[in-house]
């Protein structure tokens, strides 16, 4: 029998099956809006010291990241807003879903990586129940190597494990950026997401796990195993840690660069050994507050990321909210169409003195001269809108200023642009979401929303033949498909920026390739009809 998932961290497996059971419906909470509130301090309590016993950093992070979330006062005045409506009831079950998917939704509507973060959102909820009941924290215990297969595994269920036994992961919930994947790429143990039908198999059933492609095998016989196992060994081979910076094989330099949206996923690109930062998304700083953050509170929070790069380039984004990442007090006007509406860059025709202020709290950060600081502007459309940041940001000291290129309209004028700018960077998600006018967030129309899609890609070839020497990133999605990432190497792209656990890959697979190779498998890819298509082909020219 053979279950497929996302497989999100590489490497074969061959072991029993040790399914953990957690105790998710409890029913029947009882107590009051004291017991609420003190468990709510309790759980930041033990997350925090769990993150003490873990001995992995980005495990050690994440619970950090969560118990600050336990100890959040917006979640807190959630609870003490909503009291008077359930105190009533017979149970707080209601009370504690109603407060967590107000806070959930929040994320969801935030998209990608706010979404996933979902999933440490419900490992807080149930900490929380099983604490004003009165019951122990769940503890793991494993004595012998095994492949542990759950519905869901939060970190805290992880940081009570003995990891040396833990030869796989199968979740039958969770997406490729959820912590389980994030850990498991970490700790180097083979992981497979999404894996609903897991939910079928037995205690002590012998599988076998390829966290590469994404499958389970039940009762795989003798030469199956040996053959998937010398399969994968010879993969590792070819894909082996690289270290050093990103290159080509004829030593065309690409730098490799991290997406970040905290001081966690800072650390996390560090450990993956990120040249520096390619994309400092701002938006969290802004989100769930009623005004935007002071100059002062913003200096801090940069200067201490700027602190983990030092010597090294951070490229930080100007707040791009709006469309799939609202900020209540910028965005409280109903659009007809959020994404094309007053977002990213076109906030400054509403809210001038909120970017200004961002620019000014970037360039005192900048002042303790620890890092390489480059600024780049979101939603850019038009020359006259590059202009406009450009001169913002001259006036308050910036010294290196880039747009991103996220609609047809940059790129169709990016001649333009690159008169103007020191660098650009593709967001691929919203460039795709506009070439193909197809919503990002629409999972229906997935085959459009797909930047393997020929007229993404030769949007992005008209960028590319205007760049003319300049830096040309990409910080979208795009950047971690090392054979698309091939592809946009050889339309013009000179540093890819993706989640940090993508880079070892991309590195090791762009080091087999030459730039020539790449500029001609590209050239044959922009004549592919559909994104379906333009994969295959560079699946067969690329091997
Ligand atoms: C993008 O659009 O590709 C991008 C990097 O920005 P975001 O996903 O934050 O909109
Ligand atoms: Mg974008």
Redesign the pocket.
């Known amino acids: 029998m053979k279950l497929i998932g996302t497989g999100v961290s590489p490497g074969v497996a061959y072991a029993k099956i040790k399914k953990l059971e957690i105790q998710h419906q409890l029913l029947n909470i009882t107590g009051n809006l004291e017991s609420i509130l003190d468990s709510l301090d309790n759980v930041s309590i033990y997350l925090e010291s769990q993150s003490r016993l873990v001995s992995d950093e980005v495990m050690q992070g994440i619970l950090e990241a969560q118990s600050m979330m336990a100890n959040d006062p917006d979640l807190k005045s959630e609870f003490i807003n909503n009291w008077e409506n359930y105190k009533s009831k017979n149970t707080l079950n209601e009370l504690i879903e109603v407060v967590f998917d107000q806070f959930k939704k929040k994320l969801e509507n935030i998209?990608?990586?706010f979404a996933e973060r979902v999933e440490d959102i419900n490992g807080i909820n149930n900490l929380l129940k099983l604490n004003i009941m009165g019951e122990e924290f769940p503890e793991f215990e494993l004595n012998e190597d095994c492949i542990v297969v759950a519905a869901d595994l939060t970190p805290s269920d992880t940081s009570t494990m003995n990891l040396s036994y833990v030869k796989g992961l199968v979740i039958e919930n969770g997406g490729p950026t959820s912590h389980t994947a994030i850990v498991a790429r970490n700790l180097g143990i083979p992981a497979i997401v999404g894996c609903s039908d897991a939910r079928n198999l037995k205690e002590d059933d012998l599988v076998l796990i390829n966290g590469r492609e994404g499958f389970l095998v039940k009762e795989p016989d003798f030469d199956f195993v040996e053959s998937e196992k010398a399969r994968e060994s010879e993969l590792i081979n070819r894909y082996k840690r690289i270290s050093g910076p990103g290159k080509l094989q004829d030593n065309t330099i690409i730098q490799l660069l991290a997406?970040c949206g905290n001081i966690v996923d800072a650390k996390k690109a560090i450990i993956n050994e990120a040249e520096g930062i390619g994309?400092f998304?701002t938006?969290l700083l802004y989100l769930n507050q009623i005004t935007a953050p002071s100059i002062s509170e913003q200096v801090k929070v940069y200067s201490e990321i700027f602190e983990i790069f030092q010597g090294k380039k951070v490229i930080i984004?100007t707040l791009?909210a709006g469309?799939?990442?609202p900020v209540p007090f910028l965005n409280s006007v109903k659009e007809e169409n959020p994404a094309l509406g007053v977002r990213?860059w076109r906030l400054i025709r509403e809210f001038h003195s909120v970017i200004k202020d961002q620019i000014k709290a970037i360039s005192i950060a900048q002042e303790s001269g620890k890092c390489d600081v480059w600024v780049m502007a979101?939603?850019i459309d038009t020359a006259d809108e590059a202009l406009e940041f450009s001169n913002l940001a001259k006036e308050n000291g910036i010294k290196k200023i880039g747009v991103?290129i996220?609609t047809p309209s940059a790129a169709m004028v990016s001649d333009q642009i690159f008169e103007i700018v020191d660098f650009a960077?593709?967001?691929?998600?919203?460039?795709?979401?506009y070439v193909m006018a197809a919503d990002?967030l629409d999972s229906r129309l997935s085959d459009l929303t797909n930047s393997w899609h020929p007229a993404v890609l030769r949007t992005i070839e008209i960028v590319g033949k205007n760049a003319q020497g300049k830096p040309l990133g990409?910080?979208?999605?795009?950047a971690a498909d090392p054979l698309l990432a091939a592809v946009l190497i050889g339309l013009g792209v000179n540093s890819l920026?993706m989640a940090s656990n993508s880079i070892t890959e991309v590195k090791s697979f762009i080091a087999n390739q030459d730039l020539g190779k790449c500029q001609n498998i590209a050239k044959e890819i922009l004549k592919t009809k559909n994104a379906f298509e333009a994969k295959e082909l560079a699946v067969k020219l690329f091997n």
Do not use: H, I, W
């Open positions: 998209g990608g990586y997406n994309l998304r938006e984004r791009d469309s799939d990442k990213g979101p939603m991103m996220e960077s593709f967001g691929t998600n919203d460039l795709t979401q990002r990409v910080c979208g999605e795009a920026s």
